[in-house]
């Protein structure tokens, strides 16, 4: 079967980088993504890895590595609305969602 | 576009009444997935559709839960009977692809049991 481990919480400073880390349990994928989700709001997609290596889509950067079982989404210069939950989730006959890292951020 | 529109967003209803949840997809999408999030359980995929048939149910929890999609641009999600268990969120999302491809979410509609 497929599961994927993600951090429950994580704490950064306005303006750091913070870096969240996805390791999954799966024979095979077709590629990891990562959804944001605001409290209240509904999840919306940031990036998307069906290769190995890193994906970089403005502030935001997504890695993947097949043989590590391993992948994680920066983020840079942290802004205050950046506080949310973020998903990662994998695609194979049907998409997977890991439990969640609800990013807390400090002014 | 106007994305995914679901409805009502919200709903509050007595244990053991019938709840439908509603949602139009975006146009030109093939993949529907009707998603259940709490607190406790996170964010669970229900059921999803390609080109409007039914392909994986095994997270439909009960016979309780069913799903249609009479054609390409709506869905509904039925509880029949409604437990207070069953109060959570529930996303309808669309993709092109029902396995590769970025997929869309609705607002959400809030269901309460009570």
């Known amino acids: 079967g497929q599961s994927l481990e993600q951090p429950s919480e994580v704490t950064a400073v306005e303006g750091a980088i913070v870096q969240i880390n996805c390791t999954y349990q799966?024979?095979?994928?077709?590629?990891l993504s990562w959804y944001q989700q605001h409290d209240g709001g509904a999840p919306t997609f940031l990036s998307y890895?069906?290769?190995?290596g890193l994906e970089e889509t403005g502030r935001f950067s997504s890695f993947l590595s097949r043989s590590d079982s391993y992948g994680y989404l920066l983020l840079q210069e942290l802004q205050m609305k950046d506080s949310a939950s973020y998903f990662c989730?994998?695609?194979?006959?049907?998409?997977?969602f890991g439990k969640g890292t609800r990013l807390h951020i400090l002014p | 576009d106007a994305g995914v529109i679901q409805s009502p967003r919200h709903e509050v209803t007595e244990m053991g009444q019938e709840v439908t949840l509603r949602c139009k997809p975006i146009?030109?999408?093939?993949?529907l997935f009707w998603y259940r999030q709490t607190m406790m359980r996170g964010l669970e995929l229900l059921i999803y559709?390609?080109?409007?048939?039914?392909?994986?149910d095994s997270g439909m929890p009960e016979d309780r839960f069913s799903a249609k999609m009479p054609n390409a641009s709506f869905s509904t999600l039925k509880i029949q009977p409604s437990e207070p268990r069953d109060s959570a969120v529930y996303f309808c999302?669309?993709?092109?692809?029902?396995?590769?491809?970025?997929?869309?979410f609705g607002p959400g509609t809030r269901l309460t049991v009570l």
């Open positions: 559709f390609n080109n409007n048939v039914p392909i994986d």
């Open positions: 999302a669309s993709s092109r692809d029902y396995n590769t491809d970025t997929q869309y």
């Open positions: 146009s030109g999408h093939n993949s």
């Open positions: 890895n069906a290769l190995d």
């Open positions: 989730a994998l695609s194979d006959d049907k998409i997977i």
């Open positions: 799966t024979s095979g994928f077709y590629g």
